[in-house]
């Protein structure tokens, strides 16, 4: 492991595992930052590609930390908060995210000037087609379906204003550090996918809320290494949103909105197998089940911490089917 240069205010955490040619983009764009107090830690998930020979030469002083194996993102993540010490902001990156020049000093400025929000949405764009947008935060419905916000969707017909958001997509984003140690990072049974909602999740029921700031922009490939619509991918999302829904749901909304959860868990099963991944979404299931005791004793610590009322986090759900029926139109 190589030792970041100096304390600073925000440290950028980049998760790798083979992101191939994007870590060097991803770290060339961090160096152009118009916004000069940080560090950047680079998780390395075990990859066995050539991906960190991007850490040599230009990004020599970033530090590097080994991870011995493939962590995931969750855990990567909560490795590369551990190395950043003394920042109070930590900005997380995917490494096919690309930061557009002013992209730390839009999330700095917007810190300074909301002292009461604990975290930062960004404007993403599709990486190979710039025109069109890759989100502008997560919505989530009541039935435990997440997305982003205004995927695939003219980049001129986007949210352009800043305003609340229920959580930001953590492939670009900036946390409290104070906030994340509070909820205690990412949950890391999760490995990857549907875990930055459950964050945020955990995070609201703490009382924090969410910005998205349109001026902090990333150019993002999206899914550029495990796929979108791969197996790896659809399992963990599966299996995860039910993990989110059963410990975060405060109790009231937990069994008005069950029978939302159990439709939209079919309909992710029927969506399944219609793409031949029947397998998948049924095996994402049955262990999304035995992991329900644990799930089951984290809910019991969320809602004891709760500091909101049930009908504040409602309203920054979404709720209908309209939403749901939308959700994929760009």
């Not at 590609?49 to 991870?67: E, K, T």
């Not at 709720?319 to 994929?328: I, K, S, V, Y």
Request: proline letters at 4%; charged letters at 20%; one cysteine or more.
């Amino acid at each position: 492991m190589t030792l970041g240069p100096r304390p600073a205010s925000v440290a950028v955490v980049v998760v790798n595992f083979n992101a191939g040619k994007y870590l060097g983009r991803c770290l060339d764009a961090l160096e152009r930052q118009t916004f000069r107090d940080f560090r950047v830690v680079v998780v390395d998930n075990a990859s066995s590609d050539d991906s960190l020979d991007a850490m040599g030469g230009r990004h020599a002083d970033f530090a590097l930390v080994y991870a011995g194996k493939n962590l995931g993102f969750a855990a990567g993540n909560n490795l590369g908060l551990k190395h950043a010490a003394g920042c109070e902001w930590i900005a997380l990156l995917n490494p096919d995210a690309f930061a557009a020049p002013e992209w730390l000093d839009e999330l700095v400025k917007a810190a300074r000037l909301y002292p009461d929000i604990r975290f930062f949405g960004c404007r993403m764009r599709l990486a190979d087609a710039p025109q069109l947008l890759d989100g502008t935060g997560d919505v989530h419905h009541v039935s435990g379906v997440s997305w982003r916000r205004d995927h695939g969707v003219a980049v001129e017909r986007g949210v352009t204003e800043p305003g609340e958001i229920f959580g930001p997509c953590a492939a670009a984003a900036m946390y409290s550090r104070a906030a994340l140690e509070e909820v205690g990072g990412f949950d890391e049974s999760y490995f990857c996918y549907h875990e930055d909602v459950d964050l945020a999740f955990r995070l609201r029921l703490r009382g924090h809320r969410c910005r998205y700031l349109p001026e902090a922009i990333v150019d993002h490939v999206g899914s550029g290494i495990a796929g979108r619509r791969s197996d790896f991918a659809t399992y963990h999302g599966q299996r995860n949103l039910v993990w989110t829904y059963v410990k975060n749901m405060p109790g009231a909304l937990f069994w008005l909105y069950l029978p939302w959860h159990l439709l939209a868990n079919l309909a992710g099963i029927a969506v399944c197998a219609a793409r031949g991944q029947l397998t998948v979404a049924l095996r994402a299931k049955l262990d999304a089940l035995r992991g329900l005791p644990r799930a089951l004793t984290q809910r019991r610590d969320l809602q004891a911490a709760r500091r909101v009322p049930a009908g504040q986090l409602l309203a920054v759900m979404a709720r209908g089917l309209r939403p749901l029926l939308a959700r994929g139109r760009g």
